[in-house]
């Protein structure tokens, strides 16, 4: 079996819950409460400082020249996602409030395990627990483009993650994982299992946490 045939068959009863959850059924039919979606807006660009960082150090333990290009480049990718698109949303959305700034505690707990991840692991285990973020968004941003949304924001965010061009460095992304995983012991295999099943649930728990107003409870 390929790596990435096992670990969606681990991933893809979340994935289901993710594509049931009313964050992305409000996002796709434009009944999401903007306060929802601004929540998501500031989490998320705090998530991805740190996932441009997770991908520096994949990029540090990729195997081959490509590789730490592709990776560099898609560290880089993911901080002009937080200043560019994050930041039009922003300012479509009345800017930040009061403490809307703070890193709560899904971000935290999601970004820790992913630095730590990578730093502490090998580079297969790195990419696992860095891959939901690519492929997950590309399977949620293809589902979503097929019925986009009225709401011209939320349609926006749609088809920045159902563009082709994000798509081919999905595929990319993709066909690296196959082939480190041929390579890989059983041992480690299973490790890669293990941290791509858990960032999986923090991306259905990072959603959940922008519908519910998660805040800090002390």
């Known amino acids: 079996m390929k790596l990435t045939d096992e670990l969606w ?7 289901r819950r993710i594509l049931d959850h009313p964050f992305l059924l409000g996002l796709a039919d434009g009944t999401l409460p903007r306060a929802a979606f601004r929540h998501f807006v500031v989490q998320d660009s705090h998530y991805l400082r740190d996932y441009a960082r997770a991908l520096a150090v994949c990029a540090a333990k990729a195997p081959g020249e490509d590789e730490v290009l592709a990776f560099c480049n898609d560290a880089v990718g993911a901080i002009a996602a937080e200043q560019e698109m994050h930041g039009e949303f ?9 403490g809307d700034e703070a890193v709560l505690p899904t971000t935290r707990a999601y970004t ?14 790195a990419l696992g627990a860095v891959l939901p973020c ?6 949620v941003g293809e589902e ?14 749609i088809a920045a993650y159902g563009d082709e061009g994000f798509q081919s460095v ?4 993709l066909d690296l994982t196959d082939r480190i995983g041929a390579e ?9 299992v293990e941290h791509f099943t858990t960032t999986s649930r923090y991306e259905w728990m990072f959603w959940d946490a922008a519908w519910r107003g998660e805040t800090w409870p002390v």
């Not at 068959?9 to 994935?15: F, N, Q």
């Not at 820790?112 to 285990?125: K, V």
């Not at 019925?147 to 965010?157: D, G, H, Q, T």
């Not at 999905?170 to 992304?173: D, E, G």
């Open 184 to 192: 890989l012991s059983a041992a480690e295999r299973r490790r890669v």
């Open 170 to 173: 999905v595929r990319r992304v």
């Open 112 to 125: 820790s395990y992913l630095l730590a991840t990578a730093y502490g692991g090998s580079f297969a285990e």
């Open 90 to 98: 922003t300012a479509a959305l009345g800017g930040p409030a009061d």
């Open 134 to 139: 690519y492929w997950i968004y590309a399977r």
């Open 9 to 15: 068959a681990a991933a893809e009863p979340t994935y």
């Open 144 to 157: 979503l483009a097929r019925r986009s949304s009225p709401e011209p924001l939320y349609a926006k965010w």
